[in-house]
């Protein structure tokens, strides 16, 4: 499994956008890059999954460019309730069914 | 559809003693896996059941076991508790090998232990 690196902590104020950056250098041809979300005392929730360019749902954008060494997932104007951990993964979908988390990035959203 | 259930939400044990967590998996699937997870760390893959049998385990002690029931429940055991043992315990369900990254979590036992 691809080795993940994301910042420790990161603030911002609502309204604003939020990009969160991770690095896996050594991503494999069929990893894909996912991640969750994790508010205190609850378990983490998936938010978005993608392979490469770009992916946008409802919550959320992923931006993985061309080298997929590196992914940003974007949080547009965020609020609150957005202040969480957000744990980037990266696996095979087919040959790794187990999720390995790292320590992720603890997002403060100030008023 | 239900979501995962988790019981009980919190337990405290003394060191040396026993736990059981049970598990309910989201209706529909197959496969649970069980986190481990400590104050400000990610979660921890302790080991995974499909089928009613474990398929595959993270570095942890055998004093950790688990079950998985026909009806795709689970529990988690814990032998001779230590007070590292302390933490956010999660039950996770999935689809074996399909969609393998829409784990639905549950929101997990809170163990001490003292």
């Known amino acids: 499994l691809a080795k993940t690196t994301q910042p420790i902590s990161m603030d911002s104020y609502e309204g604003q956008e939020v990009n969160i950056t991770c690095s896996h250098n050594?991503?494999?041809?069929?990893?894909?890059i996912t991640w969750y979300q994790q508010f205190p005392s609850q378990g983490p929730r998936f938010i978005i999954q993608g392979y490469k360019t770009k992916v946008t749902n409802e919550v959320a954008s992923l931006f993985i460019p061309a080298d997929r060494k590196s992914s940003t997932l974007s949080l547009p104007r965020v609020s609150l309730s957005d202040t969480a951990v957000y744990y980037c993964?990266?696996?095979?979908?087919?040959?790794?069914?187990?999720?390995?988390f790292g320590t992720g990035t603890r997002l403060q959203v100030f008023p | 559809e239900t979501g995962v259930t988790q019981s009980p939400t919190h337990l405290i044990k003394t060191r040396g003693q026993q736990v059981t967590l049970r598990c309910s998996s989201q209706s529909g699937h197959n496969t649970v896996s069980w986190y481990q997870q400590a104050l400000g760390q990610g979660p921890q893959f302790i080991f995974q059941?499909?089928?009613?049998?474990?398929?595959g385990r993270g570095n942890f002690p055998p004093r950790f076991s688990g079950l998985q029931f026909p009806n795709y429940s689970s529990e988690l055991n814990v032998n001779a508790l230590e007070l590292d043992d302390s933490a956010l315990y999660l039950c996770a369900s999935s689809l074996y090998r399909e969609e393998v990254y829409g784990y639905t979590f549950g929101s997990g036992t809170r163990l001490t232990v003292v």
């Open positions: 059941y499909y089928r009613e049998e474990e398929n």
């Open positions: 993964l990266v696996g095979d979908r087919v040959n790794t069914d187990k999720l390995i």
């Open positions: 050594n991503i494999a041809t069929n990893d894909y």
